[in-house]
């Protein structure tokens, strides 16, 4: 299903900006980015796929029409919603001259980029590993964030906005912004990153892997959860309480925060650990 997600995002690029046909060079550049993103996640999952099978947190899903339609759906949300910068550059008219914030804005584009391909290649590794049977990930950005590739995509799709909208600071007193490709409703392209954030933390991302989505939606803890094989390891509880499950942060760091700051801040909701030991968990 997330094959097809990646896919979708590919096709709906190249369709709106080959019918629109004006091929302005930020059109080209938003699409391609989308484009690379795209066959780097397809070409990432296909591999997982011939190595571990096919993803078995979608397995109950697919036994329930109700679920699998609903899921569906989400997923064509999903894809519109985050689509929404590219979709709507692609088809203006308005071809403003580059500036200093496109330049800032392909250059973290590809740091988010490179954090969740590295990301994915990091677990991909490790649990090829024989010797790591048994263990959960926890090396290279792993070891700062729970889910270092959800934040690389969460990135991603929030530069989209920054590549399809120029911020103008003036530094005399003022603070306004200029859309050079933006107008209107067209600033609805905001609740992308919003909405995939929203999906990450609350519906297919984060809640698949921790125990929120089968204690809330009665479906049984998908197999690939670290809670379900771990919960009983006290240095695994350890670990959820030093790491940050979104936001990659050093543990020496997040250990000290306090609970509200992570909260609020850092999307450290206590569903996520709601089966754990509170004891151990709590900060």
């Not at 500036?99 to 290649?121: N, P």
Request: aromatic fraction near 16%.
């Amino acid at each position: 299903m997330e094959r097809e997600r990646s896919t979708n995002f590919i096709i709906l690029a190249v369709l709106t900006l080959v019918i629109k046909g004006s091929w302005h060079f930020r059109q080209v550049v938003l699409s391609s980015l989308v484009v690379i993103w795209g066959l780097r996640l397809g070409l990432f999952l296909l591999l997982r796929i011939l190595l571990w099978g096919e993803d078995r947190r979608f397995d109950e899903m697919r036994g329930n029409l109700v679920k699998l339609a609903v899921f569906w759906v989400f997923q064509a949300v999903w894809v519109w919603t985050v689509s929404l910068p590219v979709t709507i550059v692609n088809a203006s008219d308005r071809n403003p001259s580059l500036q200093a914030v496109d330049i800032i804005g392909w250059i973290m584009w590809t740091i988010g980029f490179l954090i969740e391909a590295t990301a994915d290649q990091e677990k991909l590794s490790f649990k090829n590993s024989p010797e790591n049977r048994g263990k959960w990930c926890n090396v290279g950005l792993w070891k700062y964030s729970r889910h270092p590739n959800y934040f690389g995509e969460v990135s991603i799709a929030s530069l989209y906005n920054l590549l399809s909208v120029t911020v103008v600071i003036d530094i005399g007193a003022h603070i306004y912004s200029s859309a050079p490709v933006l107008k209107g409703a067209e600033w609805l392209v905001i609740l992308g990153p919003a909405f995939l954030t929203f999906l990450l933390l609350f519906v297919s991302g984060i809640p698949l892997l921790e125990p929120f989505y089968h204690t809330y939606f009665n479906v049984s803890c998908p197999q690939d959860s670290s809670d379900k094989k771990y919960g009983n390891v006290a240095s695994y509880r350890q670990y959820k309480k030093l790491t940050s499950p979104l936001v990659p942060l050093p543990p020496a760091v997040y250990g000290h925060l306090p609970s509200w700051f992570k909260r609020i801040f850092l999307f450290e909701f206590p569903f996520y650990s709601r089966n754990l030991a509170q004891e151990s968990y709590t900060t």
